[in-house]
């Protein structure tokens, strides 16, 4: 058995001001590093020890990854792990997303169908655990709607809808099922 924390990256420029983000990347806000370093502090608190870590190859993930563990361990960046292609809504504000005005999320001219961004983290998530064959407690740092798709794919009935900024989710594998345990939010309450 593998227990899995996935942890959505801190708080960016782009989240603060409320812009899509996608594949565009824009850094973490003090806000943001206070976020990761209460979310390493959590770890550290209840002895959490990572034996591999991994990313998106987006800056704010890997940041992420570094406070969360004091620069202290090597780990895996990865594409597959990368946040969803939002195509030409890049850069925009988030009211202009056409679900927001009761379009399907589904499919969406130059952006990447959500199907395609659950196959990429399957993708991901089968090598990770092909590489970590002796590894026990693994970190995954990653981005809110790629991780918030995988998650409600194994939430076996928590009716779990998204991430915050530096919420934890931990999830077990065992014998290749992947089942989410519980998700923490220790940065919630910080301004």
Not at 102 to 111: L, P
Not at 129 to 155: C, M, S, W
């Amino acid at each position: 058995m593998k227990t899995i924390y996935l942890v959505r990256h801190g708080q960016t420029f782009f989240n603060l001001h409320q812009k899509v983000q996608g594949r565009v990347d824009s850094p973490l806000t003090e806000l943001g590093i206070r976020q990761a370093q209460k979310a390493r502090d959590w770890f550290q608190k209840n002895k959490i020890n990572f034996d591999m870590a991994f990313c998106s190859t987006q800056e704010r993930a890997s940041d992420t990854l570094e406070i969360v563990t004091n620069n202290q361990m090597d780990y895996t960046r990865m594409k597959d792990l990368r946040e969803k292609n939002y195509g030409m809504y890049e850069g925009q504000d988030q009211y202009t997303l056409p679900w927001h005005y009761g379009e399907s999320r589904d499919f969406v001219a130059s952006m990447e169908p959500d199907s395609d961004v659950v196959k990429r983290m399957e993708r991901a998530m089968s090598t990770i655990l092909k590489k970590a064959i002796h590894a026990k407690t693994i970190l995954i740092v990653g981005h809110g709607d790629i991780l918030a798709q995988y998650i409600r794919r194994h939430d076996a009935g928590r009716d779990f809808t998204s991430l915050g900024n530096c919420e934890i989710a931990k999830l077990v594998e065992n014998d290749g099922k992947v089942e989410l345990v519980e998700t923490v939010w220790p940065a919630r309450n910080l301004e």
